[in-house]
């Protein structure tokens, strides 16, 4: 008898525990080779952050607490970089915590100790001057060069060198923040934002929405917002603000047209704050406020398209978010797809044309680069063990583009738009991974409509399938037939460029005949100066062609320094300083940079120093 009691006990025992093990929520987060946590066993879903931003000793101090979904978990793990970890609670009681092995991409997990019940922890913490997501500026480095500014970079994985977090863009939270600043100083975040300074320098944010990690970002300086509709407008240095006003003028149009192609714009406000020139990027498509780099600032709105691209993350990317970093064209590939279109609704087919066909020869070019390393042309990547900065080429974005392109060719417009609408409509606010998304596309594309396509090599093979879509352009064909009158005639007729846009200029410098003789290119200069170009673009692949061939005329070695001291933009910086490694000028190079080094943010050194070779002493 008691033996069947026992057995009896000893069953329902296995019973309620194996129930319990049921009853544990499953949840489905992938494995994800750029972050330590464990978000199946216990995920963050709500950030309250309280920073101190110290502008003497350049440091960042606080906590950010955070609501957790506890998966009966008895640890939860943040990553967490170049921090130090002050204290730690659990629902408000200090809790034990250690930090485990460094890496030196990943940083360190950050495992704190908790209980199946607990529901919120804090972490008591401050940035230390290795941070690779702040750049701090002295007032010199500034446009107005008064005051100091401070501005951070998430994207890819560098969040977690400000912030304590679960830095996997699968992870999706709502944040409020509390952040003092100096009182003459303004601070703006990812978020709902102040549009004028408090008097003591203390802000309040708070997002609604759920965001990737990587999409949480912080500046302040001395900057001032106007508004150029009631739900778009420009933060800048006052010097800039008009400036800055005037050259994104279009942004309602460009957030209407957006609107009408893939549905309402989910973030009420589209802001675009102009950062100092040491911005590593064109833009980041942080929610609610872009950040962006000042050489966009042409005085003549024609590099407004990168406006177009940060607006179209706001599907591709901050709505419907790659899982991984493996999956990166899903952000990239399908922003430069809708930037495309918001272009040409706006500007017409031949801006967008243009703008297609630069990146054709982006894609190219970066394609024969890669012809050692061919898996490094693939879409969907593996970037295990590797820093996810690897990938952040023109591969996802032009050949992203071009697979879709190709793709609405195959299908027709209608019908494809009707899919992307669909697409964005059913992954709004969460994450999709590749595999993901050709099961969709097939199901409610191509099977739908019985049309047999290639996706697979496009997305798992190297360089570009056969049946890609030829992208031309009128008016690039016109600047093809002009350099080569140039050449033949040894002379300019300048009545030919007279109404050239900033598209047509840069694709005439890019393709010069590779045995372009010195004197054209004096011949060049002379008439139309591009060595002083006030267009950013135009200036950086003149400079290009100008190490390509060997010109040194018009004072251009100086004028080149000096933009690679001024400009911190990567894309920018590194055409340039390749062009000088390409011709085996890298002592050229680095002096410059050497003098260049200490103005650029951390994304920006990173790849120059591999690039060069540079070690500091
Ligand atoms: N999200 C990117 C910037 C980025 C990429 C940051 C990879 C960190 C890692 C942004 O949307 C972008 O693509 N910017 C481009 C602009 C362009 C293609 C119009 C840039 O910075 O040049
Ligand atoms: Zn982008």
Known sequence: MKKIVFALGLLTLLISNCSKKQNKPILNYIEEPHSFSLPNEAVITHMD????????????????????????????????????I????????????????????????????????TKRITVFYKTTDQTEALQWLKPQQTTDKKFPFL???????????????????????????KVHVPSQLMAVMSAENPKEKTSNGHYTFKMAQP????????????????????????????????????????????????????????????????????????????????????????GDKSLTSLIAHELAHSWSGNLVTNASWDDFWLNEGFTVYFEMRIMEALYGKDRANMLARIGRQDLEEEIEGFKDTPDDTKLKLNLKGRNPDDGMNSIAYDKGYLFLRTLEEKAGREKFDIFLKNYFQTHAFSTINTEKFIAFLNENLLEKHDIVFNTEAWVYNAGIPDNQAIISSDKFETVEKTIQQYVKSN?????????????????????????????????????FNLTNSNNSYIAMVWYEQAINHDYHGNNIDVKIEEFL????????????????????????????????RANYHSVTTNTIDDLLGFKQD
């Open 151 to 177: 501005f951070t970079q998430g994207q890819a994985i560098l969040t977690r060198t400000w912030i304590p977090i679960q830095d996997s863009p699968q992870i999706r939270i709502t944040y409020n923040a």
């Open 86 to 117: 002050e204290h730690v609670q659990a629902d408000g009681k200090d809790t034990t915590f250690s930090l485990g092995d460094f890496d030196e991409q990943l940083g360190n997990p950050l495992k704190i100790d908790i209980n199946k019940n």
């Open 49 to 84: 952050l309280d920073i101190n931003v110290d502008f003497d000793n350049e440091i960042i101090q606080g906590k950010a607490s955070y609501l957790i979904k506890n998966n009966e978990a008895s640890q939860i793990i943040l990553d967490s970089k170049f921090l130090t």
């Open 491 to 527: 002379s300019i007729d300048k009545a030919l460029t007279i109404d050239w846009t900033t598209q047509e200029w840069v694709h005439f410098v890019r393709n010069f005949p590779n045995d372009i003789k010195t004197e054209h290119l004096a011949m060049i200069d002379e008439v």
């Open 211 to 298: 965001i990737s990690p990587y999409l949480i970002a912080l500046a302040v300086g001395d900057i001032e917002y106007k508004a150029i509709s009631d739900r778009t407008g420009v933060y800048a240095e006052k010097s800039m603000v008009e400036k800055a006003h005037y050259e994104f003028s279009d942004m309602e149009n460009m957030v209407a047209s957006a609107e009408a192609l893939y549905g309402k714009y989910a973030w009420e406000q589209f802001d675009v704050i102009v950062l100092p020139p040491s911005f590593p990027f064109g833009g980041m498509e942080n929610p609610r406020l872009t950040f962006a780099t000042p050489t966009v600032i042409a």
């Open 565 to 596: 001291i001024q400009v911190g933009r990567r894309w920018y910086v590194s055409t340039i300083y390749k062009a000088f490694k390409r011709h085996n000028k890298t002592d050229v190079a680095l002096a410059i940079y050497k003098k260049a």
